[in-house]
């Protein structure tokens, strides 16, 4: 049996890898220490054979018993507000935690896949954006420290795949979406989900015509899943080329579940890239992948799970309380 090691496991897009990884027959080790993440998104594989979970922070020193075949590393707040909020965390996982995970691959003869993002374009002057685009990105602003650690994090894992020959794997991920994101933790779609549940007004960020292109998780999953499997070494875009306008989303998503929010226009946050949509030309060469669920249907479901959620927890503002790992 193959044994693969997940990072950021509790999170969004990690608690779906461990599922996808269970379902195929693998071995999952889950590493989280629930920053961002939760508890609640993996408890049902807690008593699978096949799974177990190890609550660690990887920007320490991290030790794994036997073998490892795959690891993939998505550890690392991902929405701005997370980020805002915690910076040298961020900045650490993306740089002490990506190099240990480097250095727990090269030492198990392991594969590893990074998760990087689009945000390596910054703000993109090219549209749609290819792999080849080197991008347009404000280092000292408050996004730079997602931003940095990210591309960082692919410089290292480039040099350690050319200076060691480490099997290394690099998926640019574009705005990913669907169950299990967390609500309120200020990215858009948690935040149109839980305002249109508590009946607010949807808050559109300047004057909504930045643009973004959304993917469901069903088909990031399969994309890093076949990327894993591929023999390219170099960074491929995953992500659903759809683009659509913040503002024409707001509408949709009203439209969608039936309700009569208004929208209120607040501040544009700094460096807010104001367009993003992947060229997926190589995922198409390569992997033979492209994103198969449309907006409408991948939203559903999307909307279908907020609406499980209890009204206690739609009503807490942010139940992610930082603070003890913040040190000072
Ligand atoms: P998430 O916040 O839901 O999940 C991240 C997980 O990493 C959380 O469970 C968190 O607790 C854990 N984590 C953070 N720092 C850690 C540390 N030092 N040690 C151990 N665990 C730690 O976010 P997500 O959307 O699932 O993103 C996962 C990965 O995908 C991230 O690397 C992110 O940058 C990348 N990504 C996501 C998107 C997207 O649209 N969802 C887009 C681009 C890139
Ligand atoms: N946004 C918005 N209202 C919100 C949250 C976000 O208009 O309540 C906008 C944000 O300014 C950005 C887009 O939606 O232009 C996507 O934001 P998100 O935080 O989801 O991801 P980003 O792509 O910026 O990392």
Redo the contacts with the bound molecule.
């Keep these: 049996m193959k044994r693969v090691l997940i990072t950021g496991a509790a999170g969004f897009l990690g608690s779906h890898l461990c599922d996808r990884f269970i379902a195929e027959g693998f071995y999952v080790i889950g590493m989280d220490n629930f920053i961002t993440g939760d508890e609640s998104n993996i408890e049902h594989l807690f008593n699978h054979q096949n799974f177990e979970f190890i609550k660690h922070d990887v920007t320490k020193f991290i030790e794994i018993e036997g073998e490892l075949d795959y690891i993939l590393h998505f550890a690392s707040p991902a929405?701005?507000i997370d980020y805002l909020k915690i910076p040298i965390q961020t900045l650490k996982v993306g740089s002490l935690g990506t190099h240990n995970l480097l250095g727990l691959a090269k030492a198990k003869n392991a594969r590893i896949l990074i998760a990087s993002t689009s945000?390596v374009y910054g703000d993109p002057l090219v549209h749609p954006q290819t792999e080849d685009y080197y991008g347009n990105v404000n280092t000292i602003g408050p996004r730079g420290v997602y931003d940095e650690a990210k591309r960082f994090q692919e410089a290292i894992t480039m040099a350690y795949h050319r200076f060691h020959g480490l099997e290394t794997r690099i998926v640019r991920i574009f705005?990913t979406y669907g169950p299990r994101m967390r609500l309120n933790d200020?990215?858009?779609?948690p935040?149109?989900m839980g305002q249109v549940l508590r009946g607010e007004n949807l808050?559109?960020?300047?004057d909504?015509l930045?643009t973004?292109s959304f993917c469901y998780v069903d088909d990031q999953v399969e994309g890093i899943f076949r990327l894993l499997f591929s023999d390219y070494s170099y960074p491929v875009n995953i992500g659903n080329p759809n683009e659509i306008t913040?503002i024409a989303f707001a509408k949709e998503i009203i439209k969608l579940t039936e309700t009569d929010q208004k929208i209120v226009f607040k501040k544009?946050?700094i460096d807010?890239?104001l367009q993003?949509q992947p060229d997926i030309s190589l995922a198409k060469k390569i992997l033979n992948w492209e994103a198969k669920v449309g907006r409408k249907e991948g939203m559903t479901k999307t909307i279908n799970y907020f609406k499980t959620l209890s009204i206690e927890e739609l009503h807490k503002r942010d139940h992610k309380d930082f603070t003890k790992h913040i040190k000072r």
């Design positions: 929405s701005p945000e705005n200020g990215r858009v779609i935040a149109f808050t559109v960020f300047g909504g930045q973004r913040i544009l946050p807010d890239p993003r």
